[in-house]
């Protein structure tokens, strides 16, 4: 079973990974949304993503723009 505490912190790195792709936060650096997700370490928070993900933060972000980008351009998914 999960503790509270672990409730919380997957609840924080859920809400992290959604700002980390969301428009509105693509400003914010990495190490500015860990901070508003309250982890008060960036390279903790970079480790417990990609132990919870499978890739760090930053690669994710790319991740996804690339991928959202691909979706909004028709001409790329002819050439896929």
């Known amino acids: 079973g999960y503790t509270f505490s672990q409730l919380v ?5 859920e809400r992290a990974r959604t700002w ?5 936060m693509q400003s914010y650096l990495v190490h500015e949304i860990a901070s508003m ?3 008060t370490s960036a390279a ?4 417990t993503f990609k132990l919870a ?3 760090t933060p930053t690669e994710y972000r790319q991740r996804m723009a690339t991928e959202t980008e691909e979706e ?3 001409v790329a998914e002819l050439v896929h």
Do not use: I, M, N, V
């Not at 912190?9 to 790195?13: A, E, F, Q, S, V």
């Not at 980390?20 to 509105?24: A, M, N, V």
């Open 53 to 55: 993900y499978g890739c």
């Open 20 to 24: 980390l792709t969301s428009r509105k």
């Open 44 to 47: 903790h928070f970079s480790r």
């Open 72 to 74: 909004a351009d028709p």
């Open 9 to 13: 912190w997957d609840k924080r790195l």
């Open 37 to 39: 997700a309250g982890y």
